[in-house]
């Protein structure tokens, strides 16, 4: 497990210096947050004691412990290095429920719980009248014995009686454990002994190793350990299962032209596949003009993007060509609307699902911009930030793509956090840039930007560029406040030109060049 | 080393034209088909790519002016349909209307929302549902503002005149609207309809009010009627903050405004009639502060008018009775507001002052005659109690808070001291229920008020010890009783030197033996006999039957001379007593003219007693009870003169004391002060004193000047109404 380490241990890194977004991603890969460092540090303690009060809050919504009964908790709440932390922490214990869940696991439990549109297409039900409408594709995803029933005698069956003798109870509890809505804490022994029956015969392993060990444990604040560290694995494990599964969406992804005939026949096979899905998401093949790529979709995953939650939501024709079966699941006989993806590129779709399914959001530079783009376009704003910070962290990046296309992007898309990125490398090798025409004509832009709404006579790149230049040669911003220009120029240490001057001076020779004043 | 990428925005919309009105084009038929109901056939995707393909284009401002322009010809159609002529149906189909242009509003601003998120919010203007709501204001509410507010006015003013179909679901509805609505920084029913509603709901009251101002009573229901209508059709279709301002609009006019005559003639003839549902109506219905303090003001003008129709009654004889009988009065009076208070529903701190305050208002209107008239009622009523053990508490608290409204205090402690000194030697009063008595008292004055009377009780429980003990080593020949009073503490006057008289041998023995036992026990200090506080008790066998006869000690003294001798002239039992003469003269007239207790014959029998006047004992007396008591006459001569100068040397006593007092006082507080203006000085002495008696400002400067005279302070030479302590 080398990567995991390595990746934990940039996590502790990230931790210390407080950066959200790095944490941010690197839990996205599923780096366990409860283990200790080295030195016995948790990334917890470590952002708590350096003050990370972002850092900390992120961690906690990720699932990280804090018990205050044992010795890590404890030691998080002591070492806070502010109230507010310390408040957070409190307020996070253990002992009140704890969210362990990731963005994508606290979307599926809302599908169970709380579902925003009606995407359900199969229902159970049971003797006593109840019944529990459920996704086919997320079961079979999460268990192979539902993969097999749905692709065997469940096939064209929407709805499923169940025999007497299975309580109506055990099905709740089993949905609520594959919708990873967190059900630990609150299972009783009954509850347990209900579930368990049917733990082996679905081969949910995960939640029947849990049945087992709790059965020995006691102690409270040890059984709720156990159960929020149950509850993380149980997610760590969805997200493989549906790593797996979108594996085999991409395997099942079909080059057609549209508007052939041939397309609703090859259609109506993808819709019946494993993938049990209800939309196809259509992306443009660069190679064959007029052809495009079928990928076997859900409903039910896009609307984690706000753009396809409007579409799915609203009453135009995407959202209306669905229609409902007497006991309220999605009529499959009827055919599925294709929706498309803005972008050009399988992979860079390929990526935006993976995202959407199970929260990968390890992006590689190449595709870096694209995904921004897309990621824009669609409203998936946490994916956004991911795509920018594999821009910044990449060391490769700029060896092959020009800064100006960041800073345009950036500006296109409102990522500030990629603009300041840009002044930062541009004033990182200011001389080599300031000659670049290209600079000038970013400088253009940007002054027009300024212009277009006629806010201040600043222009935002140079402003950026001068506290980038500031920062880069040490010099503190504070000094200015104190000391008139004047007086700074009298000081016999910087009468000498400082490479701080020589920088400025290039600037404003260049800013003069092209009449502008900033 | 660089590639620039070109890109350029992707989706189905690529492809068309960049130019903007081909894309216009699309998403103006797209509206057009949302009015016309037909959105399903629309597809959103194509709508969105357009939409975001114009923002990345930089149009985002040309297309937001359009779709002003599309939605404001689209609410004009719409505001052209509503036409009903029925005013009802006006305002249903206004609504309808709304609704409509709501759900299509939601429908455009879902497929423009990348323009609201990206233009909108960059240039701070509002997103295209509020640019909907806001044109829906213009376009259309503004133009039917008049017509609207007419018709809702009409229905809640039906309602309120208790129409029963009146459709609150209806109203209801149109004020979710127009609080839906923004104006301004408020929502429209802020800034608009509020103001207009509260202006007629004034109107309508003002109307109300106007109609029934005829009868006080009948009024009085019906606004509390009218009131509970309100605040009910409030909460079927106003939210709490507009309905709260609206009750008290209306409360304001009904009450404030117009409602002066119904405590003025109604409260009067409330409170004779006792009719507590109405007044209790009143209460409550004068509920807000203002109006409140109001009612109990004039609460109170009836109270203390009430109080002074209680009249002294003078038909009776004696001054205590008419005392007891206007206390009586008094205090049932309270009871009977107290009564009133709480059955209107207004017990509580706020009518307990009023009571007390117009109480002490009436009081203080003849303040000292109040004071002796509660001290005589408190000395009838523990005389009359003297045997009861327990104290009804009622009484208790009831006079002492009697007590408490009197501003001269001083007057009546005058009063109570001698009464109690009386009660104490005579033993006509349970100790015990005095002593609670005083206690409260103290609670209420502090110890110094207080003090001289405690004394008085501890004079009289000391005694009883000495007699315990005078009577181990000595032997009395009859019951013998003396007690020691501390002069100060007690009301009497014994600087004069009381003379000595003649006893007969076996008191004389008896007096001299205390006199030597008292001052074995004490050195130093000197006994004086005060005879006239004594009395004796005396057995003897008249003709027609045999009785102990309590009577003063002058009197017996008298009485026992005529053991040794059977007939004495008026100069020889004076020569032989040495009683002063002005005592023995009314002893005389006691036991020989005095109908009821001529124990002695006098010749002549008139009213006047001469030198020459001879006695002897009437053995034909004769009394109902075996025990008969003695009371000393007043000399008839002159009891209307002797009355007044009596009252006249009370009065006289009290200004000399409180002269004294304020006195002390100035001296006290300059002392501190060292200088004072006298002003600050005049507040300070009745402050300090306002728990006897208010400092008259005559009374002040009298006292200053006095205390100028006799060099304690002087008046500064500079400024004369700055005065200053000397050392």
Known sequence: MGIDSDNFKELCYWCRIGSVENVDRLVSTGVNLNLNDEFD?????????????????????????????????????????????????????????????????????????????????????????????????????????????????????????????????????????????????????????????????????????????????????????????????????????????????????????????????????????????????????????????????????????????????????????????????????????????????????ELILAYLYYDNTDIHWKLALDVLVAADAVFADRLKTMAAVAIMQSTEFLDHRSIFEVLYVAWETRMERLEHYAAEVIARDFKFYCGDPRFEEAVLRSSQRIQNRQETDTIELIDDIRYQLLKKHNIDTDDFEDITWDELEMKPTRTESSPYEEDIAMLENLLNKMGLIA | MFKIKIRSPEGPGDGHSQAFEPSWAILDSAIDSIYDGQVNTLSFELLYHTVYSMVLRKQGSELYSRLRKAIEEKLSKARNTIVSPDPKLLVSDFLRVWEKQCDCLRLVSDFTMYLDRVYCKENRVPFVYDLGLELFRDTIMFPLKREIHGLLIQQINNARLGEPHVDSEQLKEVFNLMETLRDGDDTYFVHEFEPFLIRETEGFYRDFAKKNTEDAVLYIQKIKAQLDTESNLNCQFLNKDTSAKILKVAEEIVIAENASFVVKDGLPQLLIEKDYPTLRLLFQLYHNPKDKSELHKQMSHCIIKEAMLIEE????????????????????????????????????????????????????????????????????????????????????????????????????????????????????????????????????????????????????????????????????????????????????????????????????????????????????????????????????????????????????????????????????????????????????????????????????????????????????????????????????????????????????????????????AIVRALKSLKAASSKSLFARVEHDLSNRFTVTTTLFEESVERLVEREYIQRDVDDPSLCRYLP
């Open chain 2, 313 to 664: 009654d003078n038909a009776l004889k004696k001054k205590g009775q008419v005392a007891v009988k206007w206390t009586t009065k008094v205090m049932q009076l309270r009871k009977s507001f107290e009564e009133v208070f709480t059955k209107a529903g207004e017990s509580g701190a706020n009518s307990y002052n009023t009571i007390s305050e117009s109480f002490s208002t009436f009081l203080n209107q003849n303040g000292r005659k109040s004071a002796e008239y509660l001290a005589i009622y408190i000395d009838s009523f523990l005389r009359s109690s003297a045997i009861a053990d327990n104290i009804d508490q009622m009484w208790l608290e009831d006079t002492v808070s009697m007590f408490k409204l009197l501003r001269e205090k001083d007057a009546f402690e005058k009063v109570y001291k001698q009464q109690l000194s009386k009660r104490l030697l005579q033993q006509r009063s349970c100790l015990k229920t005095e002593k609670l008595v005083i206690s409260k008292m103290k609670e209420e004055m502090g110890i110094a008020f207080t003090s001289k009377l405690e004394g008085m009780f501890k004079d009289i429980l000391v005694s009883q010890g000495y007699k315990a003990k005078f009577e181990q080593s000595y032997s009395a020949p009859f019951d013998f009783e003396v007690n020691v009073l501390t002069p100060p503490c007690w009301p009497f006057q014994l600087t004069t030197l009381e003379p000595e008289v003649e006893l007969p041998s076996t008191l004389e023995r008896l007096k001299l033996d205390f006199e030597n036992f008292y001052i074995r026990n004490h050195s130093g200090r000197s006994l004086r006999w005060a005879y006239h506080l004594g009395s004796m008790e005396i057995g003897f066998h008249f003709s027609k039957g045999y009785h102990e006869i309590t009577m003063p000690v002058y009197a017996a003294l008298i009485f026992m001379l005529f053991e040794s001798h059977d007939e004495l002239s008026a100069d020889e039992i004076s020569d032989l007593t040495k009683i002063p003469e002005h005592e023995l003269i009314r002893h005389l007239l006691t036991i020989s003219v005095a109908p009821k207790t001529r124990l002695l014959k006098k010749n002549p029998l008139n009213k006047t007693v001469l030198p020459t006047d001879r006695f002897q004992i009437n053995y034909a007396f004769q009394a109902p009870t075996k025990k008969v008591k003695v009371l000393a006459v007043l000399p008839k001569t002159d009891t209307s003169v002797h009355q007044n100068t009596r009252i006249d040397e009370s009065i006289q006593d009290l200004l000399k004391e409180r002269r004294g007092c304020v006195d002390a």
């Open chain 1, 41 to 349: 540090n948790s990334p917890l303690f470590l952002a708590s004691l350096c003050g990370n009060e972002g850092v900390v809050k992120l961690l906690l919504k990720r699932g990280a412990v804090c018990d205050r009964d044992r010795f890590e908790g404890a030691r998080c709440i002591y070492g806070a290095l502010t109230d507010s932390i310390r408040n957070i922490l409190l307020a996070f214990d253990i002992s009140k429920a704890v969210d362990s869940r990731q963005p994508f696991a606290a979307h599926l439990s809302s599908l169970l719980t709380d579902p925003s549109i009606k995407s359900h297409d199969v229902v159970f039900q049971f003797s006593g009248a109840e019944e529990i409408k459920l996704h086919k594709f997320l079961l079979a995803a999460r268990s192979s014995y539902f993969e097999e029933k749905f692709q065997g005698s469940w096939a064209d069956k929407h709805l499923i009686k169940m025999p007497d003798w299975i309580p109506y109870e055990s099905l709740r509890i089993i949905s609520r454990f594959m919708y990873l809505v967190p059900v630990l804490h609150e299972l009783g022994p009954e509850e347990i002994g209900i579930a368990k029956q049917f733990c082996k015969k679905l081969k949910l392993l995960d939640l029947l190793d849990y049945i087992e060990k709790v059965r020995h444990i006691m102690d409270p604040s040890e059984k709720s350990r156990l159960a929020t560290e149950s509850q993380f694995r149980f997610s760590e494990r969805a997200r493989q299962q549906l790593r797996a599964f979108v594996g085999k969406i991409i395997e099942k992804k079909m080059c057609l032209p549209l508007g052939d005939i041939s397309l609703f026949e090859a259609l109506e096979t993808l819709k019946s596949s494993a993938c049990v899905p209800d939309v196809f998401l259509s992306v443009r093949e660069k190679q064959r003009p007029g052809f495009r790529w079928f990928y076997p979709c859900h409903r039910s995953i896009l609307i984690r993007s706000e753009y396809f939650k409007i579409m799915f939501s609203s009453n135009f024709k995407e959202a209306s060509s669905y229609s409902e079966t007497p006991e309220g699941t999605v009529d499959r006989s009827k055919s599925f609307p294709i929706v498309s993806f803005p972008c050009s590129d399988p992979a860079v779709a």
